[in-house]
Every structure is written in structure tokens, then in C-alpha cells.
């Protein structure tokens, strides 16, 4: 491969996410060029409530662009075009000035959960599933939306326009208050067949389709960057912003997962697998959301698997405070001599299972009451054991959701993962062998804002489509193919975690 120079055009990609936006400048060709983050706050104003100030992502994004071209010493001519994804589910109420009246709910609160139950007499759940492709749930804007109606009506009378969290960001940056259809899907009021704000669903909730933002492409034109936004971030006055997305797809347009038959597993505090489709395939089981794709003609299941991530930061914070310290002073990271422990230790870490349920599950199989548990311990395990159980419990919920994505038909011959479980060998390692398929780690693990910046290329006109840059650009650093001797080892003990976990769920109370 001929050697990849960091020399422009530029592209840029904001991923303005929960807890920070990140600003990450690519080359044409995928290569990074500089990046930064900034975080910014959430507010608990109430224990069940969670709410952030849009213009404090604003700031955030301001002070992540212009850290970027200041420290990079880059011109900003040289930035040909940009775009921004971000949280989902939250909902910005303007003013007719385009003043923010009120912070922002964000998707963590639990405020609206009488709004759903309320929901539910005013339309058929099943219809809703129908229609916008998302069981009913308090996460989605829609209910969200309603709990401002009713709850602080005056605020809801001088609404303008209703914005998804990176529209606002788009909106600062162009002037124009417009959404994507990633963002739209994940409302609860958008029909995913026929890429519109659905009258039905509106009128049923008494909701105004003319306070809602016009629908676009991901990667079409939103606007170009005003003089004022120029002024504020360092950008070029005139620069093209793409409409952008939601997180989630965009990090899988990052990751180069566009097509059938492949899936995303984006790793963090929990995973969540984003698998493209070529038409909308509501799932009546209610475990995958069915959603847009930043990609155009493509839809995607998503579907969380619960603290899979978070189960081993848990057991690191918990049991592994002497060996953190330890790890400091030898300037190495605690997860890289958890992870060789567990590696010596043999598949099915001797009988000992762990279920990763902290805080409930969802995929596999849902259930809200469900526990973490550690199950088959003996005199003669040690840490190695408890922290392999944790690495392939995880697995264990993978290869249970790649079973019920083929019981609806879809069958995933191609996964590639990123974020923070996929920097771990061993684990990338254990999870193709129970999966018994391949595994692919993009070089860029950040996929959200590679993604992002893939739209913005678009949109400048210096790629053709999203999917073919992103088959271009993507590259992939590791890859790690089953074992098939292993892989059956693990068929066999998968079958009995499942039936140890039939007789354990009995127990949840």
C-alpha cells in the first residue's frame, strides 16, 4: 500500500455525544489528521431526570473546532466540508428568535414514563411499531415531547421548531433548522416507509408536524457555515455542512458496515450491533429497534446488549485496586495484565459462568429484573477465572443475538467491532471463537466521527456516496478468525450457560 501523507483537503467530523463532543480531521483517504474532545455537563435537576444545556454543546463544539485548526496550524480553507453526529432521542424546543426556551431531555431520563403508558390508549402500540419501525418506549422524543406539552404548557406554546441534539449544532453552525432521517427514526413520530413525519402518529398525539424540522439525506447539504458561526470557530465562511446523523449509524458508516450481511458492534459501557438492511423490517418481538441508516436505500436493526463493558470496569474497580496502582507504577494499563491472566486460563474458565446483567438485560432476552451473577465457583479459581467468566459472558450475549437475528432472516457472515472492548486481544480473540465468525477492528476505532466526516465529504462533493467512501477509506488493523476446534468447545458450554441461566432467571425477583 502506498504511503498515506497527511496533506490536504481536509475533512471533519463532530460526534457530540453524552458526555463529550469530539472533532476529529481526516484526510480524504481516512487518515486522522488531528483530534480533540471536550466534555460537557448532564443535570439531575430530579433523581429519574436528566437533562443538558444545547448551548453548552454549542460551546463544546466551538471550543473542539477551533482547538482542532489552532492546533493542527492548518488553514481553514484547507477543511472542505464537515458534518455532526450525535446523542439521539433528545429534543431542543426554539423559539421563533431560534433562542433554546428550555435544557434539553436527554435520552437517560425517565420522566415521561406516564406519557407512554398514555400513548398506548391514544394508538395501538403494534401500529406504532408498524409505522415508525420502535416499540413504545419513555426513551424515544415523542413521549418526551408530550411530558413538555403537559408540563410546562407555555414553553410548548412559544415553541418554533422542534431539533434532534446535532440539528441544534447544524442549526448554530448554518441558520437552518432542518433533521436527518437517522435522527427522525429515533422519535417515534417518523414513518420509516415513507421517509416522513407521519400525519397518523401526530394527530393521534396531538402533535404539530409544522414544529418539526424538514427531513433530509444524512449526506445531503444542510447549509454553509455563516459568517457569525466562521467568527466563532475558525472555519471558512461558505464551508458545506452535511445534515449528518445519529451516532449510532454514523459509526457504523465509519466502521465501513453499509451492506447486508455484515454487522457493527460498537463496545463501551454496554455494546450495541447496528445491522444494515435493504428494506425496513419492523421486528414484532421488539428486541431491534429498526431504524435509518446514514446510508442511502439502507435501514438497520440496532439492539443493546447490557454492561458488557461496564461488568469489567466493575470487577476492575471493585477487586483490583492494589493491582491498579501497581499497573500506575509500572506505567502499564490495568485491563492489559487482567488480560493476560485471563489467558491462561482454558475456554469455559473451568465451569465458572458470569451473566452480565448490572442493571437488567436486554438482548439476548430482555428482562428488567434480571441480576449479574457469578455462577459454579470453586476453592481452586482465582482473579484469571472471574475476569475470562466476565470476557465470555459477553461473547455468550453476542452469539445469543446473532441467533435471533437469523431467526428474522438476517445472517451476519461479516462483523467488525470498535470502541473500547476492541482493544483488548484476547477478547477480540474469544469472541470470534464463540461467535464462530470472523472479527475485524477498523484502524480507527473512533468510528462515530470518521462517519461523520464521511457525510461532510459527501456533501463538499468530493465523494460520490456515503457507502463507496467508506468501503474506500475504512481500513481494517487486526482480524481474528474462529478457531473451529475452539468454537465447538464453546458451542457446547454456551448450551449449558443457557440452561444454568433458565434456572437462575426463575429466581429474579
Known amino acids: 500500500m502506498a504511503e498515506r501523507r497527511l496533506k490536504p483537503p481536509y475533512i471533519l467530523g463532530i460526534d457530540s455525544g453524552t458526555s463529550a463532543c469530539k472533532a476529529a480531521l481526516f484526510t480524504l483517504d481516512g487518515c486522522v489528521v488531528a483530534e480533540t474532545s471536550v466534555e460537557h455537563r448532564i443535570y439531575h435537576p430530579r433523581p429519574d431526570y436528566a437533562e443538558q444545556d444545547p448551548l453548552e454543546w454549542w460551546y463544546s463544539t466551538v471550543k473542539a473546532i477551533s482547538s482542532i485548526i489552532r492546533g493542527s496550524g492548518i488553514e481553514p480553507s484547507d477543511i472542505v466540508g464537515l458534518s455532526v453526529d450525535s446523542q439521539r432521542e433528545a429534543v431542543v424546543f426554539l423559539d421563533s428568535s431560534g433562542e433554546r426556551l428550555t435544557r434539553s431531555i436527554i435520552w437517560l ?26 416499540p413504545l418506549d419513555f426513551i424515544f422524543s415523542a413521549p418526551k415531547i408530550l411530558w413538555v406539552k403537559e408540563n410546562m404548557p407555555e414553553t410548548y406554546t412559544r415553541t418554533w421548531r422542534i431539533l434532534c441534539a446535532k440539528d441544534y449544532i447544524v442549526y448554530r ?17 417518523f414513518d420509516i416507509h415513507k421517509l416522513r413525519w407521519s400525519d397518523e402518529i401526530c394527530e393521534a398525539l396531538g402533535i404539530d408536524p409544522s414544529i418539526l424540522p424538514e427531513a433530509i439525506g444524512s449526506w445531503e447539504v444542510a447549509g454553509e457555515v455563516t459568517e457569525s458561526a466562521a467568527e466563532a470557530t475558525g472555519l471558512k465562511p461558505g464551508t458545506p455542512v452535511a445534515c449528518g446523523g445519529g451516532d449510532r449509524p454514523c459509526e457504523a458508516l465509519g466502521a465501513g458496515v453499509v451492506d447486508e450481511g455484515m454487522a457493527n458492534i460498537g463496545t463501551g459501557t454496554g455494546s450495541v450491533f447496528e445491522i444494515p438492511l435493504e428494506k425496513p423490517k419492523p421486528d414484532r418481538g421488539m428486541r431491534f429497534d429498526c431504524c435509518l441508516h446514514v446510508v442511502p436505500g ?67 432476552k430482555p428482562n428488567p429484573k434480571a441480576r449479574g451473577v457469578f455462577y459454579g465457583i470453586l476453592h481452586s479459581h482465582g482473579r484469571g477465572h472471574f475476569v475470562r467468566a466476565i470476557l465470555e459472558a459477553a461473547a455468550f450475549q453476542y452469539l445469543g443475538t446473532l441467533r435471533i437475528l437469523r431467526e428474522l432472516g438476517i445472517d451476519i457472515k461479516h462483523i467488525r467491532m470498535v470502541g ?35 457525510l461532510g465529504g459527501v456533501a463538499a462533493g468530493v465523494y460520490r456516496d456515503p457507502r463507496s467512501a467508506a468501503l474506500e477509506m475504512v ?35
Open 109 to 134: 431520563d425517565r420522566r415521561a414514563i406516564p406519557q407512554t403508558q398514555a400513548i398506548s390508549r391514544m394508538i395501538d402500540p403494534d401500529r406504532i411499531l408498524e409505522v415508525t419501525g420502535l
Open 475 to 509: 481500513r481494517i488493523g487486526e482480524v481474528y478468525d474462529p478457531d473451529p476446534s475452539t468454537h465447538r468447545v464453546y458451542e457446547s458450554i454456551y448450551e449449558d450457560y443457557i440452561r444454568v441461566y433458565r434456572s437462575i432467571e426463575e429466581t429474579f425477583m
Open 420 to 454: 473500547g472492548e476492541s482493544k483488548s486481544s484476547i477478547w477480540n480473540r474469544i469472541k470470534a471463537d464463540v461467535m464462530g465468525i470472523r472479527v475485524e477492528i477498523p484502524v480507527i476505532r473512533d468510528a462515530a466521527a470518521l462517519g461523520s466526516a464521511i
Open 173 to 189: 453552525l448554518t441558520g437552518n433548522t432542518v433533521t436527518d432521517y437517522t435522527m427522525a427514526s429515533r422519535t417515534m413520530l
Open 298 to 364: 439502507r435501514w438497520e436493526y440496532e439492539g443493546i446488549v447490557n454492561a458488557t463493558g461496564a461488568s469489567l470496569r466493575w470487577f476492575r474497580d471493585t477487586f483490583c485496586l492494589t493491582e491498579a496502582v501497581e499497573a500506575g507504577r509500572r506505567g502499564l494499563s490495568i485491563y492489559s495484565i487482567l488480560d493476560e491472566e485471563a489467558s491462561k486460563i482454558p475456554a469455559g474458565c473451568e465451569g465458572l459462568y458470569y451473566y452480565p446483567h448490572l442493571w437488567g438485560a436486554r438482548l439476548p
